[in-house]
């Protein structure tokens, strides 16, 4: 009956009409709710969309995929959890972008945009990509994959001669030569973005940069990993386009890189190992710049003070938290159109760890007061109260992405715990839909963690670290959260059957991670979640090698992960031995 009352519905309104106003549908949550309405719209959706976005690579097949969209011109897809990016998950754990690749090069005719995230990729995956898409290929993210070489970009670079956009960052790539670069430079024009920072590719030259520049008149955005920057000159002379660069390297002698000449419409930048001498080298673009990463640059406070003082135009600026409070305070007087703030730890050895150069509520507050355009914030702070998070919740109208980690470097906090900071922080922020919150044992009550949940109705991804102290107080927040569709956890004091639950109340929940919880050797109180299309595995305790701040190996032990999702697919067929699956027929038979 609800099928044909939508039908009479559909009846009104001509396919011509409709596929013109599905094309302006461009949120999938949008296109997935108008693919319920009735049959002939689930078809134009199915023959209208353009672009799909897949979170965890294991929740359909190639195959499916191309059944249900096969007039696809853009796909993302995911591999490991976000937990790799920190080192939390083991290698081997999966993400191959293998199957995924020969069904491209079989069925997806129409698709010329590929990201592919976290991912395992062969350099026969890239060979087999350039022959089969080559020509239609328009844009190629790698972002943060691994497992290919130099070798697999040659053909990249020989056979994608329309590519507008390759993205390498933070990729972890075996380095040949640098003929790859090369290859690129002699057959690309129409280059308009080329990102390989902060990967290990030296061998490139900066001839090719140059090359690259001149053919292709198009080029706005190059990111690099370490080059000299003195070698550039030809390239910034001739990238007359060009409005965004990150990378290069600054060696001695500073008075030298004066003469570097940055092209004229460069509004974003980010110098590798930018010191205090070099710093004058900015100042001359400075009041054009809306965006600065600082990230890897060798500034103290008073530094970010100067550089941030000639930035009046700065949207989105990403640091390390040596900017401290008295930067904070500098960038809420100066810089009003500021939308986006990512303040990183810094390390400790670099000897910036001064008084000076800690954040806390004090120069939260003074941000969320002077920087009323705020729609991101993730932050390390040193010190929190719940007063700042109430002025963030007061000020911040535009925040969508609310990200904050406690450090325990402060034996000593000034206002624990943060369950009223945190209600008025979710009560005020309206339209978050990302939040992030990491504390420390007693930083948030069971009482706060309700609140999360009560008052986080738009929120869809959530990490929650060291927050509440009883299983009773995550069954209260999974009472709330409608909308949370990705939930992460670390160092938790919940049980396995607490867990459960939670994830069985939760219900738009399609993926649950959790690190460091009240382990059992089996896991069996994790079935109560077991249900039709949901997997479960399992990471068991383990122990792993990882360097100290002095470059000594140390051995420490690494808790015990769940990963729980929605598959349309049942189990994976490819587990490593350090993941193990959970299946409910096994404790049955048993």
Not at 199 to 227: G, M, P, W, Y
Not at 443 to 470: A, C, E, F, H, P
Request: one cysteine or more; aromatic letters at 8%; proline letters at 4%.
């Amino acid at each position: 009956m609800e099928d044909e009352r939508a039908n009479k519905v559909a009846c009104g309104m001509p396919d011509t009409v409709f596929q013109a106003v599905i094309n302006h549908l461009h949120d999938s949550r949008d296109r997935d709710a108008v693919s319920l309405v009735c049959k002939r719209w689930y078809e134009i959706d199915a023959l209208t969309r353009k672009h799909v976005t897949i979170a965890l690579c294991y929740t359909t097949t190639p195959q499916q995929l191309w059944r249900r969209f096969q007039h696809l011109e853009s796909l993302k897809l995911k591999g490991k959890p976000r937990a790799a990016m920190f080192n939390l998950i083991p290698e081997d754990w999966g993400g191959y972008v293998t199957p995924w690749v020969e069904e491209i090069a079989k069925s997806f005719s129409c698709l010329n945009a590929l990201h592919f995230r976290r991912m395992i990729v062969r350099d026969s995956d890239l060979k087999l990509l350039a022959q089969s898409r080559g020509p239609a290929l328009k844009s190629l993210k790698l972002d943060r994959c691994s497992g290919f070489s130099t070798d697999g970009l040659l053909h990249i670079g020989r056979s994608c001669r329309n590519l507008r956009t390759l993205f390498l960052e933070e990729s972890t790539i075996i380095e040949r030569d640098g003929d790859w670069l090369h290859e690129l430079a002699l057959n690309n024009t129409v280059l308009e973005t080329l990102n390989f920072y902060m990967t290990e590719l030296v061998k490139v030259r900066f001839q090719d940069l140059e090359l690259i520049a001149r053919n292709c008149s198009s080029l706005t955005s190059v990111k690099i990993s370490d080059c000299e920057l003195l070698d550039l000159l030809g390239f910034f002379h001739t990238a007359t386009a060009l409005e965004e660069f990150c990378g290069g390297s600054i060696g001695e002698q500073p008075e030298r890189y004066a003469a570097v000449p940055f092209p004229a419409r460069l509004c974003c930048l980010g110098l590798t190992y930018m010191g205090r001498n070099e710093m004058p080298i900015v100042f001359p673009l400075a009041s054009l710049l809306k965006r600065l990463d600082l990230l890897y640059a060798l500034l103290d406070t008073e530094d970010h003070c100067l550089l941030i003082h000639r930035c009046p135009n700065l949207e989105v600026l990403e640091t390390r938290n040596v900017i401290g409070d008295r930067g904070l305070e500098v960038l809420a007087r100066c810089c009003k159109r500021l939308r986006r703030l990512r303040i990183e730890r810094g390390a400790d050895e670099q000897g910036m760890g001064d008084e000076g150069g800690l954040v806390t509520h004090q120069g939260l507050t003074a941000l969320a007061q002077g920087c009323l355009e705020l729609e991101y914030l993730a932050v390390y702070v040193s010190d929190i109260t719940n007063a700042s998070l109430e002025c963030i919740g007061t000020h911040s109208k535009n925040l969508f992405d609310f990200r904050l980690v406690l450090l325990d470097r402060e034996a000593k906090i000034a206002d624990l715990p943060l369950d009223n900071g945190v209600r008025a922080l979710l009560q005020g922020c309206h339209q978050l839909r990302r939040f992030a919150l990491y504390l420390r044992q007693g930083g948030l009550t069971d009482v706060g963690l309700g609140y999360i949940g009560q008052y986080s109705q738009n929120v869809r991804w959530m990490l929650l670290g060291s927050v509440g102290m009883s299983d009773a107080g995550l069954l209260e927040f999974s009472k709330g959260c409608p909308s949370l569709q990705k939930l992460e956890m670390r160092a938790c004091v919940f049980s396995e059957h607490a867990l459960a639950m939670a994830a069985l109340n939760l219900s738009s929940l399609r993926y649950l991670w959790v690190q460091g919880y009240r382990a059992s050797l089996t896991g069996r109180d994790l079935l109560a979640m077991a249900r039709p299309y949901w997997n479960i595995e399992l990471i068991p305790a383990r122990h792993v090698v990882h360097s100290d701040p002095l470059g000594e190996s140390v051995i420490a032990e690494d808790p015990a992960h769940i990963l729980a999702y929605y598959s349309l697919v049942g189990p994976r067929s490819d587990f490593p031995d350090t993941v193990r699956p959970l299946d409910p027929a096994a404790f049955r038979d048993a």
